[in-house]
């Protein structure tokens, strides 16, 4: 027999795939199209192999080229962006995520989704101190108060302040918003077409959870966030860039 794994032709196909894959990496959420030298100057690959292995995802419709020469990503990645939704439970990408940013912590993490004009805790991981905030999964909170509450509505179109700000940074602390005793701080969870899946957040008692403490902690949240995003398969530099502007402040 023989190990098709250490033949040449063997290698060739894997760098061969490697180089594809860079290809479809190339294209960000803010690109319709892509121009040769614009893919070339992102990998780093000569126009001659990009024009190869464009050919090759063409035919598997991966990639798509235009009229005037440039390239969209193809129909195909959208069928295959659909199978991975519907083999993706949102618990086993959010439980892992949200138990290490509890016990890096020490507080509760919990993810709420948008309701009409209310938000409702779908997830919680609770914290491990004797006293803490006391949310359950199912409980309805009004929308407009509370860190999630307003980081689903700032990224669901909510107009003014906080708002614009929290589309700026990506996070919202708050203290005593929607009750006097507890404190927090959210991030937006994106997932495909960056659509608003939910938000993260990290809450305790204001006593605990003070601004000192939320200010260390939005760089951790903000990292959560963003692999979380990742994991849905969404892009996710901006959170990214908000993580290292927090981490660098």
């Not at 960000?28 to 030298?37: E, I, N, P, V």
């Not at 918003?177 to 899946?197: C, H, K, M, N």
Request: net charge neutral; proline share 4%; hydrophobic share 40%.
């Amino acid at each position: 027999m023989t190990d098709t794994t250490s033949s040449p032709s063997s290698a060739d196909g894997v760098a061969a795939l490697d180089r594809a894959i860079a290809i479809l990496d190339a294209f960000t959420t803010a690109d319709r199209s892509l121009g040769l030298a614009e893919i070339a100057a992102r990998t780093g690959l000569y126009k001659s192999t990009i024009l190869r292995l464009a050919n090759s995802l063409m035919r598997g419709q991966l990639l798509e080229r235009l009229d005037n020469g440039r390239y969209r990503i193809g129909p195909a990645t959208f069928r295959l962006g659909a199978l991975y939704q519907r083999s993706v439970v949102a618990m086993d990408i959010l439980s892992p995520i949200m138990r290490d940013l509890s016990e890096q912590s020490w507080e509760s993490v919990a993810f709420y989704v948008r309701s009409g004009d209310l938000r409702t805790c779908l997830y919680r991981v609770e914290s491990k101190h004797p006293i803490r905030y006391t949310i359950r999964e199912g409980d309805v909170l009004p929308l407009l108060v509370g860190s999630g509450g307003r980081v689903l509505a700032a990224f669901s179109g909510q107009q003014g302040e906080p708002y614009e700000t929290i589309r700026k940074t990506y996070n919202y602390v708050s203290i005593g918003d929607r009750d006097p005793q507890t404190a927090g701080i959210s991030a937006p969870v994106f997932g495909p077409g960056r659509t608003l899946l939910g938000a993260l957040t990290l809450a305790g008692p204001s006593t605990r959870v003070d601004a000192a403490f939320l200010e260390r902690m939005k760089a951790p949240l903000l990292k959560a966030a963003a692999r979380a995003t990742r994991a849905f398969g969404e892009d996710a530099s901006m959170l990214d860039e908000a993580a290292n502007a927090e981490d660098g402040s």
